[in-house]
Nanobody, 115 residues
Framework: QVHLVESGGGLVQPGGSLRLSCAAS????????MGWYRQAPGKQRERVAR???????SYGDSVKGRFTISRNTANITVWLQMVSLKPEDTAVYYC?????????WGQGTQVTVSS
């Protein structure tokens, strides 16, 4: 069983920054991507960013140029550095891990951007 534990969410003013972390534990085996999704109230879940073990990253259009995803393959940790945050970035952010054995999701961490 795989566990993903997110941290780093909170309340930040517009224009501010936050850094989310996600650590994977358990029987992981081979994995081919880690990433972040988010879901705001009343909206569909949206893919934010994704990264492969080799470091290839991709981003959703709404966060390009503002968010940066990075990873540590030794302890299977992924980070999401968020800058220039906007109120529309407010959502619950979920960490994901894609493996040959299937996908896993974290419990989510709340990010609120408000003055």
């Amino acid at each position: 069983q795989v566990h993903l534990v997110e941290s780093g969410g909170g309340l930040v003013q517009p224009g501010g920054s936050l850094r989310l972390s996600c650590a994977a534990s358990g029987t992981i085996g081979s994995w081919y991507a880690m990433g972040w999704y988010r879901q705001a109230p009343g909206k569909q879940r949206e893919r934010v960013a994704r990264i492969t073990p080799g470091g290839r990253a991709s981003y959703g259009d709404s966060v390009k140029g503002r968010f940066t995803i990075s990873r540590n393959t030794a302890n299977i940790t992924v980070w999401l550095q968020m800058v220039s945050l906007k109120p529309e970035d407010t959502a619950v952010y979920y960490c994901t891990l894609d493996r040959m054995a299937g996908g896993s999701w974290g419990q989510g961490t709340q990010v609120t951007v408000s003055s």
